[in-house]
């Protein structure tokens, strides 16, 4: 069984920094296209970046334009996301997710989540 397993999440004041890790097993890591998501209180899940196989490509809500930053490391089988500027609304669980071979913005996999609280 996919395991994605996050961390780096906690608590932080506004216009801070934080990096969360995402670290995968049980699958070929590189095969797969991989992505972050949020979800705060009462709202539903949102998409917030996603990254290529060889991550040459990357995309972004624009709630995190210009201040997150998606990468990977297929050789440690981690995926990350750089938060910077950090606001109240970006509180949330942070979630890593596989996306599905052959079905772009489909994922199949999700991790168990890291928690983001922003204070003002």
């Known amino acids: 069984q996919v395991q994605l397993v996050e961390s780096g999440g906690g608590l932080v004041q506004a216009g801070g920094s934080l990096r969360l890790s995402c670290v995968a097993s049980r699958l070929t890591f590189s095969a797969y296209g991989m992505a972050w998501f949020r979800q705060a209180p009462g709202k539903e899940r949102e998409f917030v970046a996603s990254?290529?196989?060889?991550?040459?490509?990357?995309h972004y809500a624009d709630s995190a334009k210009g201040r997150f930053a998606i990468s990977r490391d297929n050789a440690k089988n981690t995926v990350y996301l750089q938060m910077n500027s950090l606001k109240p609304e970006d509180t949330a669980i942070y979630y890593c997710?596989?996306?599905?071979?052959?079905?772009?913005?489909?994922?199949?996999?999700w991790g168990q989540g890291t928690q983001v609280t922003v204070s003002s």
């Open positions: 997710a596989r996306e599905r071979i052959g079905v772009p913005g489909k994922y199949d996999y």
């Open positions: 990254v290529t196989r060889d991550g040459s490509s990357t």
